[in-house]
């Protein structure tokens, strides 16, 4: 079969949605599919995007290809003539994130940009042969805003991971992108009220770089240069794997998340047990509190008595990183089921 995958992409902003794209085109070529995979650059500000939007819509891929399978917004405004969406994300500003954004004015501009986004988006999904989500977070919103049913499809990590999980260590490991809505400072918080030496690694970067620096002064505020490591770069991925693998445990903190992130199959795939919190979406999909790992409140202290639980009793953090690579089969994230749901 011979299939095109369109996704779009904020230059220099890292996302899941060029990994997640890759990883698909690559999985369909080994199984024999021809593939041609298409990044589309945009620019996510109310100003600029309406027209790259009718940039897109113009791109008309009819008549090539059995499929086309689109991935981020605004990408599935492409036509073609057996569309398929896997749809990871509104655009939020326009949606969920309304009353939150400052980009968007509220003022009759603000409110037509909104309109122009809830209709592109009713025609784009009207179009399509099928639509999946990462999550049902992500569905759930589909069907609130936009009166749409969809089925939920987990993405998996690709078959080359490099897991291979080590000892467990004496601290916990964050790694995504350094910005706010990630809530690392809880993190960085948290360790100032522990009490026993667990430590913290943080690794990643942001857009702007303001926020790492608010951590980097809370450090030191707190006085946790010996508790605190943080990589404020885009690490490798041997140095990804270095540790998480010999990781005590992974945190990860966003606020409403679509879906799980990578953060939690990564940790999932080393057997580390992933702590998350109450408000973090689509993250709680995946982790039962207490079985492989743990759901706290989003305070600083409830995150500290879970690290130091799992400091405190290796082999609970053992049972619960077993648990957690359980998990994923229980959830059938797995490329042969994604591979057969998209081209079914």
């Known amino acids: 079969m011979k299939i095109i995958i369109v996704t779009s992409v904020v230059p220099f902003v890292e996302g899941g949605a060029e990994s997640l794209t890759q990883w698909l085109a690559d999985e369909l070529e080994q199984r024999g599919h021809e593939v041609d995979l298409f990044t589309i650059p945009v620019h996510g500000h109310t100003e600029l995007l309406p027209g790259q939007m009718v940039g897109l819509r113009s791109m008309d891929f009819t008549g090539f290809g ?7 917004t605004p990408s599935y405004l492409v036509r073609h003539h057996h569309k398929i969406l896997w749809f990871i994300h509104h655009h939020r500003p326009a949606y ?35 639509i999946f989500t990462n999550s049902a977070r992500v ?18 990590l690709p078959h080359d991971a490099g897991a291979q999980p080590g000892p467990l ?11 706010p809505h990630k809530q690392q400072l809880l993190a960085v918080e948290a360790m100032a009220l522990t009490e ?45 794997w270095d540790l998480m693998n010999n990781a005590l445990a992974s945190v990860y903190l966003p606020h409403d998340e679509d879906s799980y992130g990578y ?11 992933l702590i998350t919190a109450t408000d973090s979406g689509g993250v709680l999909e995946l ?46 994230i797995d490329w042969d089921h994604v591979v057969e749901r998209l081209l079914s």
């Open 66 to 72: 059995d499929r086309l399978i689109a991935v981020r």
């Open 96 to 130: 969920d994130l309304w009353e939150q954004f400052p980009d968007v004015p509220r003022d009759a501009d603000g409110w037509e940009f909104r309109r122009m986004m809830f209709a592109s988006d009713e025609v784009a999904l009207g179009e399509a042969k099928q």
């Open 139 to 156: 569905r759930d919103r589909l069907r609130h805003y936009n009166g749409v049913d969809a089925e939920v499809l987990y993405p998996p």
């Open 169 to 179: 260590g004496d601290y916990v490991f964050s790694i995504s992108r350094i910005e």
């Open 196 to 240: 026993t030496p667990v430590r913290l690694v943080l690794a990643g970067r942001g857009a702007t770089g303001e926020y790492a620096e608010r951590i980097v002064r809370r450090v030191h505020e707190l006085g946790l240069q010996e508790k605190v490591t943080f990589h404020n770069a885009r690490v490798s991925d041997e140095t990804k």
């Open 263 to 273: 953060v939690g199959l990564e940790s999932a795939a080393a057997q580390r047990p």
């Open 287 to 332: 982790v039962r509190d207490g079985v492989n790992g743990f759901v706290t409140e989003p305070k600083p202290e409830a995150l500290a008595r879970a690290f130091d639980t799992l400091y405190r009793d290796r082999e609970l953090a053992a049972r619960m990183g077993a648990a957690h690579a359980v998990r994923l089969r229980e959830m059938n």
